[in-house]
């Protein structure tokens, strides 16, 4: 059974920075694309930051320049740097993983951790 364990959330002012880890167990084969999202109240779940296997990374315009993703690939870990955080940073903020378990591809999502940005 694979699981996606988040952690790092929390509460910060405005302008001040947060790491999110993910961390994906179990009996993986091998691990595509990881991701972050994030969900406000009243919103839709949007991507937030992507890196495939090979390094590649793309980001939203919303937080091009401040959000870093990175991963491990022995580890099977991704991470978030959220640096200069605004109010509208505030929300649940998901894992995904796209890997590889028992033959089967699919998709995986961790349960997600808070992140409040006040101001």
């Known amino acids: 059974q694979v699981q996606l364990v988040e952690s790092g959330g929390g509460l910060v002012q405005a302008g001040g920075s947060l790491t999110l880890i993910c961390a994906a167990s179990g009996s993986i084969f091998s691990t595509n694309a990881m991701a972050w999202y994030r969900q406000a109240p009243g919103k839709q779940r949007e991507l937030v930051a992507r890196?495939?296997?090979?390094?590649?990374?793309n980001y939203p315009d919303s937080v091009k320049g401040r959000f870093t993703i990175s991963r491990d690939n022995a580890k099977n870990t991704v991470y978030l740097q959220m640096n200069s955080l605004k109010p509208e940073d505030t929300a649940v903020y998901y894992c995904?993983?796209?890997?590889?378990?028992?033959?089967?591809?699919?998709?995986?999502w961790g349960q997600g951790t808070q992140v409040t940005v006040s101001s």
């Open positions: 890196i495939t296997s090979g390094g590649n990374t």
């Open positions: 995904n993983a796209d890997l590889i378990s028992g033959y089967i591809r699919r998709n995986y």
